[in-house]
C-alpha cells in the first residue's frame, strides 16, 4: 500500500514529505493507521548525527493510532485496537522484561538498525530502496508497520491527539523523576531543560511532593509553562548562575536531586548538574548526547568523597505495560497534564516548520494530527 511520510535523506538535511510505499505486516507485527504523532528531540538527533541512522529513514516515535490488520502470531491487539507505540518494543521474555526492566528489553537492541526485527524493510521508495524507521516505528507517516511488541492498547474514550505523549515525553520526564530519582517528600529537585521531556519531570517531582521544584532554562516562555505545571522557582541560565542561585535557595547545601533534560546533554550540562546537588545527592542524566561523546565533567573526588550519585535513564526508567496504563489513569484523573503540554499541532506537511519552532524555542511539545 501507498502512504505520505516525512523521509530523511541525509544529515542536515530537511525532512521530505512523499509517497512511498508500506508492505504488510509479518509475524508478530502490527499495521497501525496513525492519528497523531509528537515531535520529540530525539527525531531531530537524526538530522544532526548525534543518533546515527543509516539514509534514508523516516522519523517519528512517539505516536498512536489505530490498528487496522494484524500479522501472523500477533495476539496481543486486534483490528480496530487503538494503541499508542512505544520507541522501545518489550518482549516480555528477556532477563530484563522479566526483572521489570522493560526499557531494556534486548529487542532495544535494533532501535537504531533502520530494518525490521527480521532485519528486512517494511517501507520503501518508489524505485523499491529501502527505508529505515526510526525506533523501529517510523511514525513520520500516515500508516506504518512496526513489531505487535511495540504497540500498546489504551481505552477508546480518550483522546489519541494527546496520548501519544505518553509513548515518550511524557514518561521519560515523570518517569525520570519518580523512579530514576526517586523524588522524596520535602526533597529539592531541580531539572536542568524544559522541553517536552523536563516539562514532565517537573510535573512529577511535584507530584511527589518535593518543596522546591526548580526548573532551569534559558528561554522564559518554558519557565512560564515551568510554572503552570507545578515549578516552585524557576532560573534563566542565560541570565545568571544557576548553580549560584540554587546554593540561595537552599541556603548552601544544595539540591537533593537534580535531573538533566536538555536536547543535547554537554559534559559541562552534568558538571553543573552535579554541583548544584548536596552531599549524598543524586544526579539523573535523561537527554540524549552526541553518539561520540566519551566523558562528563564530574571530579572523582567530589563523587566520592561526598558519596554523590551520577546515574543515567531510560525512558523514565519505566515498565512500560505495567506504568503507561497508570499514567493513562493520572491523566484521566486530572494529575498529569497532557493536554497543556501541546502548544501547537502540525500536518505532515509542516513537519519542517515544526522542528523550527522547537530549535528557536517556540514550543514545549508540537504533535502532528493525521486526522
Request: charged share 20%; glycine share 12%.
Amino acid at each position: 500500500m501507498k502512504t505520505r511520510a516525512a523521509v530523511l535523506y541525509g544529515l542536515n538535511e530537511p525532512f521530505r514529505v512523499e509517497e512511498i510505499e508500506l508492505d504488510d505486516p509479518k509475524e508478530g507485527e502490527v499495521l497501525v493507521r496513525l492519528v497523531a504523532t509528537g515531535l520529540c528531540h530525539s527525531d531531530w538527533h537524526l538530522v544532526t548525527g548525534d543518533i546515527p541512522m543509516n539514509f534514508p529513514v523516516v522519523g517519528g516515535h512517539e505516536g498512536a493510532g489505530v490498528v487496522e490488520k494484524v500479522g501472523p502470531g500477533v495476539t496481543d491487539v486486534k483490528p480496530g485496537d487503538h494503541v499508542i507505540l512505544t520507541f522501545i518494543p518489550s518482549c516480555g521474555k528477556c532477563r530484563w522484561c522479566t526483572s521489570g526492566l522493560t526499557m531494556l528489553c534486548d529487542l532495544g537492541a535494533h532501535i537504531a538498525q533502520g530494518q525490521q526485527l527480521d532485519g528486512t524493510f517494511r517501507m520503501h521508495t518508489k524505485d523499491g530502496e529501502g527505508i529505515g524507521q526510526m525506533c523501529l516505528l517510523g511514525t513520520f507517516s500516515e500508516w506504518t508497520v512496526c513489531p505487535a511488541a511495540s504497540v500498546i492498547p489504551v481505552s477508546k474514550d480518550l483522546p489519541l491527539d494527546k496520548l501519544c505523549l505518553v509513548a515518550c515525553g511524557v514518561p521519560t520526564g515523570f518517569g525520570a523523576a519518580i523512579n530514576r530519582a526517586d523524588v522524596q517528600p520535602g526533597e529539592t529537585v531541580v531539572i536542568f531543560g524544559i522541553g517536552g521531556v523536563g516539562i514532565n519531570a517537573v510535573q512529577g517531582a511535584a507530584v511527589k511532593g518535593a518543596s522546591k521544584v526548580i526548573a532551569v532554562d534559558p528561554v522564559d516562555f518554558k519557565l512560564e509553562m515551568a510554572e503552570e505545571m507545578g515549578a516552585t522557582h524557576t532560573i534563566n541560565n542565560s541570565k545568571e548562575d544557576a548553580v549560584a542561585r540554587i546554593m540561595e535557595l537552599t541556603n548552601g547545601v544544595g539540591a537533593d536531586k537534580a535531573i538533566v533534560t536538555v536536547g543535547v546533554v554537554t559534559p559541562e550540562d552534568v558538571g553543573t548538574a552535579f554541583k548544584a546537588t548536596r552531599k549524598g545527592g543524586r544526579t539523573v542524566v535523561v537527554g540524549v548526547a552526541p553518539a561520540d561523546a566519551d566523558h562528563i565533567n564530574v571530579p572523582p573526588h567530589e563523587l566520592v568523597l561526598f558519596q554523590k550519585e551520577v546515574l543515567g535513564c531510560l525512558f523514565g526508567t519505566t515498565n512500560m505495560r505495567a506504568e503507561l496504563p497508570k499514567y493513562i489513569e493520572l491523566y484521566r484523573s486530572g494529575m498529569l497534564k497532557i493536554d497543556e503540554l501541546i502548544t501547537k499541532t502540525y500536518t505532515l506537511d509542516q513537519i519542517n516548520e515544526a522542528y523550527q519552532d522547537m530549535l528557536e524555542g517556540r514550543n514545549i511539545r508540537g504533535v502532528i494530527r493525521y486526522q
